[in-house]
């Protein structure tokens, strides 16, 4: 375990369970409900160690994860949240290597997510309309050292993507529905798309898009955290949850060749077999549903 | 795109939603509900195609995602479902250059996740007690290509671990709280911790088992897929659903420094502030909660 | 406790959870999975008795609650689930004495659901357009002896209600929208609509009716029922659910005065404040909200 | 419709969906955030009007339902919430002329939902060990005009009910499972037993207790509410939810001879069989699983 030096980002988690955040600087001093903790403190140990306020009260000093930072992110808009954001990377396929496009960039939180995915071969291209959003987005991915991985541009997306042939795109805005013609023409045929919208509405005007222009596999989705207290004398799920963030959208893209599949049945049929019957990589067919 | 060879992997996505994953083999043919293809109208074209059986019926012809391939793995057992795996990768904070254990191997689901997410740098060790097991999980990743970036160890690990100093480790067996000790010697101070349980009773044991060890940041929490019917006309949940895959242990491994922090309240301040305030993650402090 | 008599019905509940239910006849035969149990070994001696088959095997020989009487209903469409129904009885403000109407009929289960809380007092009446529904309907009402609270009519409610001033309405129909007006001239000012529909569409086009015609305190909500397995030792839920019955409308009559109140923001300011404070129904003023 | 007279409950709805409970008194006036409306305007006149504040702002003033009042008690302890209530009236069984037990009282929100539902020729006894909690129970069934229908208890029911051969008994109470051998006493055979309890903890205890006992019929379920924005152009789930108000347990009391049935199986046998096949509730035989 190396030990921090100034600049690093460090996670320190409270006796009640409250979290702060900080770039280690020397000569900074952290501010907390149960007293104060300087920087110095923790630059140049490892972290992974306990420190103490000066009113004795114990912080444990941890490296973030990639969860920790998602959630702390400065934000000037609503940003996705991890919970979608580690199934969204299964579902469009993100690895070490890949190409791949989104828009907008918005606070930055899902260019920060697929650039650490897609290193150190890969690389992420995100569009953004708004400067100021995307001057925050540049400014997140950047504090967490992931810019060399990302390529922001400054454009209205109506007029098209630059890339072509790209492994997946993301489309995180108001009205993914009209640029679903700029992302046929970005992404290879059978490439993977994604998409967040929070209202029903919108998963109808996607939908009725995707269908029209020759997406296939297409599905729609909603992924609900529960946590629980974790008190192993009175276990049971916190009082109030965030119940809604929004509807996922996956679909492939227009492949090779005319014809287009429905939609209907895809999710269901998946749904229905999945855990049903032992299912086999190598095998020549595998049929999942009845 | 390049063009599909023998021993590539080919999803067939059917008109009415029923996937078949295939290795191109020449001269072998993939029999469907729907007719027949022969595996070389696929070897030598790209994918993203659309083709067509002998009764004229159209599939798509695509590259499997890491999430299609999950779903269809040969299992001997109950596999993790790419919901709870794609969170855990994120909570674990698993990613390109990262060392990982994990116990046991199961039929590899998790196993090929985190080979995939380390890539091309870091290391998965996974040991497994059940020689079967282990046999399955093995020609899973290597059916995957995963192989180099995976060590398999037939051992119970109540005798421990052989690695220390890892970044993350995550337990899919039984009884989790009886190897917490072996955790804690393997892990780095302040790493990750994981385990997936599908009973509340081992929940309790769980986390009364982190709390004597000094585990820190303790969390409880579950995930609910939800899938729709993808109709824009009558856009509605599916019927049924799997409901319950098993509930998320977190936790950070204990810190150098003697104290231990209550677990009760991280989750619930956690949950209640996350979108109440814009959060900023150079800031010198940072107080989540109320 | 009576004694049970011919043409009651009983629940016998198996070793397994089996469920059957009879109505009991003098020489007829139980065939169950686990043996045989003549009726006659239940007439004439009270229900709360296990009983054996000819195989030696226990059975729990009960008296049916609504609730499970609601579940055996012979049926011919899709019923209402009693999750929703009792949700429903609440929220309209059903109970003993109450004039209640409600379209269609479809197999009785709301129907019976309305007349056993309305009982003694009240009454039911319940259009059917489809005269094989209304006989099905009628027949359930009539086995549990509800007849005398029903009102059956063969009727398309398009041409209205024969009631006036009635305290509720509920409509369980695939366009609910096309009744509003027909509802409004039905129910006294301010009473109580509510409705079920399976898509979003059908919530959009009914919500877009409401407000139009003035309709107040208009809500949308969703009940989830999530089931264990009833196993001390390995508590957790059950894998598979049913996830989606229907989203429930609700929605007050317009009322005298030519206002209309916005609907958007009440159920929203409800979910927000109902559990954070103390509330008081002799208070003069009682804001729920922030 | 009646004129409202001084004594009634109204339920005053504002223009963003606020509500105010008052009960009519000649001369005061209520004070909201968007003017004041005296008692007066409402005297004298039929509810379901459109009234005004000094402001000139729109009010419904409206007949408050049972599902109002109870949201709007005046409480000293978490009350259940509506969902449960309607549910758990429906497993019960509760109807008119049923008699029922409660313990405790709390706030009165149960005994209010059970005494209006047994009406009119019923009764509930309701035992509450604290004098303040019955205190205010009484008083909010009292001011609601259900006083005749229920007896109060001050008693520990350790010591048993006075009552036997009731029909169904509700614990709402720390422990129930303390209680399990005087709620048999009181029950009749194969009568209705219920409860709720916050945590997994209190659900594997009661689990215990009911399976040792001879209970039968025991089912574990939790009911989720998931309200929406009822915007038709917006239409989606609101952000935050309560998650969490308890887990429901029931259980048919033990019947008449000696064996006692397994519970395991019963609520799955339940959930797999219900939607997929027509049941008849005069048929011979049932078999509701495969």
């Not at 998946?270 to 032992?278: F, L, M, Q, R, S």
Request: proline content about 9%.
């Amino acid at each position: 375990m190396p030990n921090a030096q100034a600049g690093d980002l460090a996670l320190l988690y409270g006796p009640d369970g409250k979290r702060f955040l900080i770039r280690l600087q020397p000569g900074e001093v952290l501010h907390t409900h149960r007293g104060m903790i300087p920087h110095d403190a923790l630059i140049g140990t490892p972290l992974g160690r306990t420190v103490y306020t000066h009113l004795d009260m114990p912080f444990l000093a941890l490296e973030p994860s990639l969860h920790d930072l998602l959630l702390k992110l400065r934000r000037a808009s609503q940003i996705m949240y991890p919970k979608d954001i580690g199934y969204v990377l299964l579902k469009l396929n993100i690895s070490s290597g890949k190409r791949v496009i989104e828009a907008g960039s918005g606070s930055g939180a899902m260019t920060i997510a697929l650039a650490n995915a897609i290193r150190p071969h890969g690389c992420v291209v995100s569009y953004e309309v708004r400067p100021d959003m995307l001057s925050l987005a540049r400014k997140n991915v950047d504090s967490l050292g992931l810019l060399p991985y990302v390529d922001f541009k400054l454009r209205d997306i109506a007029a098209g993507f630059d890339e072509t042939d790209v492994d997946a795109c993301f489309l995180d805005l108001r009205e993914p529905w009209e640029y679903l013609e700029q992302v046929r023409q970005a992404v290879k045929p059978g490439g993977f798309f994604g998409a967040l919208v929070p209202t029903a509405n919108q998963v109808i005007d996607t939908l009725t898009g995707l269908q029209r222009l020759g997406f296939g596999a297409i599905e729609v989705e909603e992924l609900l955290l529960r946590p629980y207290k974790p008190v192993p004398g009175r276990l049971r799920p916190v009082d109030r949850i965030v119940a809604h963030t929004g509807y996922l959208i996956f679909a492939r893209t227009p492949t090779l060749g005319e014809a287009t599949l429905p939609a209907e049945g895809a999710p269901l049929a998946n749904a229905v077999t999945i855990p049903d019957e032992p299912l086999q990589p190598e095998s020549e067919s595998d049929p999942p549903g009845t």
